[in-house]
């Protein structure tokens, strides 16, 4: 029967509302900069984290790891399966403290207050010739209305057995937190002067701290510094001994609870393997756990998930068998480690609606900043988002999170829907949402100051479109296709249907529903769609522009001498800034964004503007040859102004050049398609065995200055020429088809096999590969957009 319940209990349910079924998404490990904490989906509520420290020696306390940080040198960190619903399975390699790190995450529904969860956090020597010694702390704090308080009586000398808290907030009511020792855990109980710790050896020491409203983020601080506060006196004991004591009798927390804490510190300190849990139950689903429950909940979750990654991801027979087990698993990490770093964020932000560069003022455009000049804090805003990089860029990013939200509405809509409503509730009365979301002090903490004001004119590629045309294209695929039945999908607990595993007789596949649920993203998404064709207008009637349409001309507001952050393309070669730029990125985007906005229209009815954005689509494409196409390079290029103050293009090969085909705006039979294949199939110029490059090797910028965007390799541009190629340009008829699938063969095992390669070498994926060798460089992890090979295995663009 215990079988029984937990499999019902804790695998995958099958949902019946499309829109309200988000309460199993409350809890989650929504502090995706901690290489493990947990935080339910509210504003002010409960927090908890994890740390560890070596004990071999005294100095290694200074290097406590908590929040990912590439500086820690680990070898590796990762989620091997991850469901944001269900919990998995991390593991943290950390060759410096010789010992491999897992936590275990187990998500239990019930009750009435988003359900009870169980935490495993177990540890393992990597080199067992060697010792491991580690010192580990969970902390959970509570920010907000309600308290929590410590149920276990407390000892000057520590505590054997279970740590219980109780503890109530209005959100999550009544709910209970304990901290439960595996039976077989080892301290270390000798050595020089043992005898004088004797009382406190072996046990599980604590701290309760008062912090003040807002800092609970600095968590780390505060503990570290109650055990060297309480450290210091005792080691100066000891500074003229000829032998010290063991640094896990000296480095403990004090075992003193202040009156009224907020913050709880649990530690314990171990030799050789270990494993604790920790269990939150809530009262209202009352359940009471054992080590039992997560034994087999977790081998539910990874059967699950196992189960749910072959009907969704499946890795093609076009790999050799040897290639297929290897790459699965890498498959999955990659997409766990992007689900593990989807955040939950709150706080305040940074704007500054009066600035404005030389060539960016615009009496007509500034006045929507209501004459507030200078920069301010906003009102404190919500968001839930996948992040690009947990140790780096551990934030929302507006032009990654599209690339993000295809991926994870591959797995899950619903999540991916709930993701995107959260994104569209930021954008405000003018249309504008900030490039980069950086909210609270925590957030703020990891950003360099020049970086953390955002600018209301400011701009970045509207990626997230890219969400609801699959969204819509998921709907349409299940009402247009052939039946689930026919396709073989399980409704039981294991399997899925492209709609979040929504069985087709719910209400979630009727279309009047699906719109509703939409219908609500609409107006805000076409308030900032006309936020772009107002802001980000360009000037054509000024410099004599000859095109078809007057008014289809885009350039990026933003931009400095050196960079254009606002494109996402940083230091990409462009022209000098001027009044008189025309951008073909952004023209291209514009494209994208009104087919969109048109097919969005039309899916919910409202044919007025469908015909509309029609108009307006074809506008775009033809302004994009008119205005962009260089017939003497044979290539699409930027507009610029030249000191004669005539407009002139600015062609630099690269990732710029191949925007209109790559959001598939020109057709089949495009005679421009035979330059840009050429461009992009030739190895001095854009192909590598390793992926696009991002500038032509040929360029004189090529590798040059910062070197960000002037070669390296990006997945997420490779992935855009790959679904190109495939969805377009190998799939319909026209003169360039059959070269179109073999590029597109070519350029997909090079992609995968290098991102695969350089995970093997370095137990990492990263931001960009080089140019040159495919090695990866910059920012790692970066399961943001990185982990779109999982996409590009399994065919899906």
């Given at each position: 029967?215990?079988?029984?319940?937990?499999?019902?209990?804790?695998?995958?349910?099958?949902?019946?509302?499309?829109?309200?079924?988000?309460?199993?998404?409350?809890?989650?490990?929504?502090?995706?900069?901690?290489?493990?904490?947990?935080?339910?989906?509210?504003?002010?509520?409960?927090?908890?984290?994890?740390?560890?420290?070596?004990?071999?020696?005294?100095?290694?306390?200074?290097?406590?790891?908590?929040?990912?940080?590439?500086?820690?040198?680990?070898?590796?960190?990762?989620?091997?399966?991850?469901?944001?619903?269900?919990?998995?399975?991390?593991?943290?390699?950390?060759?410096?403290?010789?010992?491999?790190?897992?936590?275990?995450?187990?998500?239990?529904?019930?009750?009435?207050?988003?359900?009870?969860?169980?935490?495993?956090?177990?540890?393992?020597?990597?080199?067992?010739?060697?010792?491991?010694?580690?010192?580990?702390?969970?902390?959970?704090?509570?920010?907000?209305?309600?308290?929590?308080?410590?149920?276990?009586?407390?000892?000057?000398?520590?505590?054997?057995?279970?740590?219980?808290?109780?503890?109530?907030?209005?959100?999550?009511?009544?709910?209970?937190?304990?901290?439960?020792?595996?039976?077989?855990?080892?301290?270390?109980?000798?050595?020089?002067?043992?005898?004088?710790?004797?009382?406190?050896?072996?046990?599980?020491?604590?701290?309760?701290?008062?912090?003040?409203?807002?800092?609970?983020?600095?968590?780390?601080?505060?503990?570290?510094?109650?055990?060297?506060?309480?450290?210091?006196p005792i080691a100066e004991k000891y500074r003229a001994a000829?032998?010290?004591?063991?640094?896990?009798?000296?480095?403990?927390?004090?075992?003193?609870?202040?009156?009224?804490?907020?913050?709880?510190?649990?530690?314990?300190?171990?030799?050789?393997?270990?494993?604790?849990?920790?269990?939150?139950?809530?009262?209202?689903?009352?359940?009471?756990?054992?080590?039992?429950?997560?034994?087999?909940?977790?081998?539910?979750?990874?059967?699950?998930?196992?189960?749910?990654?072959?009907?969704?991801?499946?890795?093609?027979?076009?790999?050799?068998?040897?290639?297929?087990?290897?790459?699965k698993s890498f498959s999955k990490a990659i997409t766990s480690?992007?689900?593990?770093?989807?955040?939950?964020?709150?706080?305040?932000?940074?704007?500054?609606?009066?600035?404005?560069?030389?060539?960016?003022?615009?009496?007509?455009?500034?006045?929507?900043?209501?004459?507030?000049?200078?920069?301010?804090?906003?009102?404190?805003?919500?968001?839930?988002?996948?992040?690009?990089?947990?140790?780096?860029?551990?934030?929302?990013?507006?032009?990654?999170?599209?690339?993000?939200?295809?991926?994870?509405?591959?797995?899950?809509?619903?999540?991916?829907?709930?993701?995107?409503?959260?994104?569209?509730?930021?954008?405000?009365?003018?249309?504008?949402?900030?490039?980069?979301?950086?909210?609270?002090?925590?957030?703020?903490?990891?950003?360099?100051?020049?970086?953390?004001?955002?600018?209301?004119?400011?701009?970045?590629?509207?990626?997230?479109?890219?969400?609801?045309?699959?969204?819509?294209?998921?709907?349409?695929?299940?009402?247009?296709?052939?039946?689930?039945?026919?396709?073989?999908?399980?409704?039981?607990?294991?399997?899925?249907?492209?709609?979040?595993?929504?069985?087709?007789?719910?209400?979630?596949?009727?279309?009047?529903?699906?719109?509703?649920?939409?219908?609500?993203?609409?107006?805000?998404?076409?308030?900032?769609y006309e936020w772009f064709r107002r802001t980000q207008r360009?000037?054509?009637?000024?410099?004599?522009?000859?095109?078809?349409?007057?008014?289809?001309?885009?350039?990026?507001?933003?931009?400095?001498?050196?960079?254009?952050?606002?494109?996402?393309?940083?230091?990409?070669?462009?022209?000098?800034?001027?009044?008189?730029?025309?951008?073909?990125?952004?023209?291209?985007?514009?494209?994208?964004?009104?087919?969109?906005?048109?097919?969005?229209?039309?899916?919910?009815?409202?044919?007025?503007?469908?015909?509309?954005?029609?108009?307006?689509?074809?506008?775009?494409?033809?302004?994009?040859?008119?205005?962009?196409?260089?017939?003497?390079?044979?290539?699409?290029?930027?507009?610029?102004?030249?000191?004669?103050?005539?407009?002139?293009?600015?062609?630099?090969?690269?990732?710029?050049?191949?925007?209109?085909?790559?959001?598939?705006?020109?057709?089949?039979?495009?005679?421009?398609?035979?330059?840009?294949?050429?461009?992009?199939?030739?190895?001095?110029?854009?192909?590598?065995?390793?992926?696009?490059?991002?500038?032509?090797?040929?360029?004189?910028?090529?590798?040059?200055?910062?070197?960000?965007?002037?070669?390296?390799?990006?997945?997420?541009?490779?992935?855009?020429?790959?679904?190109?190629?495939?969805?377009?340009?190998?799939?319909?008829?026209?003169?360039?088809?059959?070269?179109?699938?073999?590029?597109?063969?070519?350029?997909?095992?090079?992609?995968?096999?290098?991102?695969?390669?350089?995970?093997?070498?370095?137990?990492?994926?990263?931001?960009?590969?080089?140019?040159?060798?495919?090695?990866?460089?910059?920012?790692?992890?970066?399961?943001?957009?990185?982990?779109?090979?999982?996409?590009?295995?399994?065919?899906?663009?």
């Amino acid at each position: 029967m215990r079988i029984i319940w937990l499999l019902l209990t804790l695998l995958p349910l099958v949902y019946s509302n499309f829109v309200n079924n988000t309460e199993n998404l409350l809890w989650g490990a929504y502090r995706p900069n901690l290489y493990f904490g947990l935080r339910p989906r509210l504003p002010q509520s409960l927090m908890t984290g994890l740390m560890w420290f070596g004990t071999q020696d005294y100095q290694s306390i200074a290097k406590t790891r908590h929040a990912c940080d590439q500086g820690d040198g680990l070898d590796s960190y990762t989620w091997t399966h991850f469901d944001p619903r269900q919990g998995g399975v991390q593991i943290l390699k950390d060759s410096q403290n010789n010992v491999e790190i897992t936590t275990e995450l187990l998500k239990v529904p019930g009750g009435s207050h988003g359900g009870s969860w169980v935490a495993r956090i177990k540890g393992t020597p990597i080199d067992p010739v060697y010792p491991s010694r580690i010192s580990t702390i969970f902390y959970l704090g509570l920010e907000g209305l309600g308290g929590v308080d410590m149920v276990t009586d407390e000892s000057e000398n520590g505590i054997d057995g279970p740590v219980e808290f109780s503890g109530n907030t209005p959100d999550l009511s009544d709910f209970t937190i304990r901290i439960v020792d595996a039976p077989d855990n080892k301290a270390v109980t000798t050595g020089p002067h043992s005898e004088a710790f004797e009382e406190r050896l072996g046990k599980t020491h604590l701290a309760g701290l008062r912090l003040p409203p807002g800092q609970l983020w600095t968590a780390k601080d505060h503990i570290i510094q109650s055990i060297v506060n309480r450290a210091s006196p005792i080691a100066e004991k000891y500074r003229a001994a000829e032998q010290a004591p063991d640094p896990s009798f000296i480095l403990q927390l004090p075992d003193d609870i202040l009156t009224a804490s907020n913050l709880f510190a649990v530690q314990k300190s171990f030799e050789g393997e270990f494993q604790f849990d920790v269990f939150f139950e809530s009262a209202s689903a009352n359940q009471k756990f054992d080590a039992g429950t997560i034994d087999q909940g977790i081998a539910a979750v990874v059967a699950s998930f196992n189960s749910h990654f072959e009907e969704t991801f499946p890795i093609p027979s076009s790999y050799a068998a040897n290639d297929v087990t290897r790459l699965k698993s890498f498959s999955k990490a990659i997409t766990s480690n992007l689900f593990g770093g989807i955040g939950y964020f709150y706080g305040t932000s940074i704007v500054d609606k009066g600035f404005a560069y030389e060539w960016d003022q615009d009496d007509e455009i500034d006045d929507e900043d209501d004459g507030q000049n200078g920069a301010r804090l906003t009102e404190p805003r919500a968001l839930l988002t996948a992040t690009p990089s947990r140790s780096f860029f551990p934030r929302g990013f507006y032009w990654d999170e599209g690339f993000h939200l295809l991926h994870i509405g591959a797995w899950d809509t619903e999540l991916s829907l709930e993701i995107l409503k959260d994104w569209i509730k930021l954008i405000d009365g003018n249309g504008w949402v900030a490039r980069e979301q950086i909210l609270g002090e925590e957030a703020r903490s990891r950003v360099p100051a020049q970086f953390q004001t955002q600018v209301p004119t400011f701009a970045n590629p509207p990626t997230l479109t890219m969400a609801v045309t699959a969204i819509i294209k998921q709907f349409n695929a299940v009402h247009d296709g052939p039946s689930a039945a026919d396709l073989g999908m399980d409704y039981g607990f294991g399997g899925q249907v492209p709609l979040a595993g929504i069985p087709e007789s719910s209400a979630a596949l009727d279309r009047a529903a699906v719109q509703s649920a939409l219908r609500d993203l609409y107006k805000p998404l076409k308030r900032h769609y006309e936020w772009f064709r107002r802001t980000q207008r360009g000037q054509i009637k000024q410099y004599g522009r000859r095109a078809r349409s007057r008014t289809e001309g885009y350039r990026w507001r933003g931009r400095s001498e050196a960079h254009v952050l606002t494109s996402g393309m940083d230091d990409y070669p462009r022209g000098p800034p001027h009044a008189g730029e025309l951008h073909l990125d952004l023209i291209s985007w514009m494209g994208f964004f009104t087919r969109t906005m048109k097919d969005f229209a039309q899916f919910i009815d409202e044919k007025e503007d469908a015909a509309s954005y029609a108009e307006i689509e074809w506008a775009i494409i033809n302004n994009i040859d008119d205005l962009h196409w260089n017939e003497e390079n044979e290539m699409y290029c930027d507009v610029g102004i030249d000191s004669d103050d005539e407009s002139t293009h600015i062609c630099h090969a690269g990732y710029i050049s191949l925007f209109p085909f790559m959001l598939s705006l020109l057709p089949p039979d495009s005679p421009h398609l035979r330059p840009i294949l050429d461009m992009l199939r030739d190895p001095e110029q854009l192909w590598s065995e390793y992926g696009i490059r991002s500038l032509s090797k040929s360029h004189p910028e090529f590798g040059q200055g910062e070197n960000y965007w002037k070669g390296p390799i990006w997945v997420q541009i490779n992935y855009m020429v790959l679904g190109a190629l495939h969805n377009t340009y190998a799939r319909e008829e026209g003169p360039f088809q059959e070269r179109a699938r073999a590029m597109y063969e070519e350029l997909r095992r090079n992609v995968v096999n290098n991102v695969f390669k350089e995970y093997q070498r370095t137990g990492y994926v990263w931001e960009q590969y080089d140019a040159l060798t495919g090695e990866g460089r910059r920012s790692h992890p970066f399961t943001g957009w990185t982990s779109l090979v999982t996409l590009i295995l399994a065919e899906k663009y």
